[in-house]
């Protein structure tokens, strides 16, 4: 079974960052594409960013020059927001795809900035 374990979300103050982490499985090969979606209030969930195994990533527009998405040798995931607004609030999922069309999705990180 695969899963997906999140850790870094929190409060903080607008302008601030946040770095979330995302601890896929050891025992599987390396994930190709990995990355973060988030949902905020009153919206669906969005993709945020991704990232492949070859390091080629991809960014929504309204998080270009402010997050960062990395992942290491393994099945681990990372996303660093930095000048955090308002707006960013809401709950960021990891998520894993995976062969045969199959996704897989972290537990979630509630991430709150306020003004």
């Known amino acids: 079974q695969v899963q997906l374990v999140e850790s870094g979300g929190g409060s903080v103050q607008a302008g601030e960052s946040l770095r979330l982490s995302c601890a896929g499985p050891?025992?599987?090969?390396?994930?190709?594409?990995m990355g973060w979606y988030r949902q905020t209030p009153g919206k669906e969930r969005e993709l945020v960013a991704q990232?492949?195994?070859?390091?080629?990533t991809n960014y929504a527009d309204f998080v270009k020059g402010r997050f960062t998405i990395s992942r290491n040798t393994g099945n681990g995931v990372y996303l660093q927001m930095n000048s955090l607004q308002p707006e960013d609030t809401g709950v960021y999922y990891c998520n894993a795809k995976l062969p045969g069309s199959r996704e897989v999705w972290g537990q979630g990180a509630v991430v709150t900035v306020s003004s």
């Open positions: 990232i492949a195994a070859n390091g080629i």
């Open positions: 050891r025992h599987i090969p390396r994930i190709n594409v």
